[in-house]
């Protein structure tokens, strides 16, 4: 899903608010954790991560494969942060500007 930068702004205003669901550590991206926020994608649109400071791995490269691994958008990552966003398949509940 390719997003505006408006509806970027969107996502980032409202994750800001979020705290993580999710610590990335030394394992970084393990398959138990992929299944652990495709999980967390059935109750919630937007999916907050923290990367620890004994990950081996960038924040970046993770935030990339994690949210291609999940089938959902990279909405930023700042600093140790990731946000992920992937809208209900039948009734998305955050309505995003157009």
Do not use: C, H, W
Not at 24 to 37: D, M, S, Y
Not at 70 to 86: A, D, F, Q, W
Request: aromatic share 6%.
């Amino acid at each position: 899903m390719k997003l505006t930068s408006k509806q970027r702004a969107y996502l980032r205003s409202l994750a800001s608010k979020e705290t993580a669901l999710f610590q990335i550590g030394k394992n970084n991206l393990t398959p138990e954790l992929v299944q652990a926020v495709e999980e967390a994608f059935n109750t919630r649109e937007i999916v907050k991560l923290s990367v620890l400071k004994n990950a081996v791995e960038d924040p970046f490269a993770m935030g990339e494969a994690l949210a291609d691994r999940s089938s959902s958008t990279l909405v930023e990552i700042i600093g140790r942060k990731i946000v992920l966003y992937r809208p209900f398949k039948d009734e998305p509940e955050i309505k995003l500007p157009k």
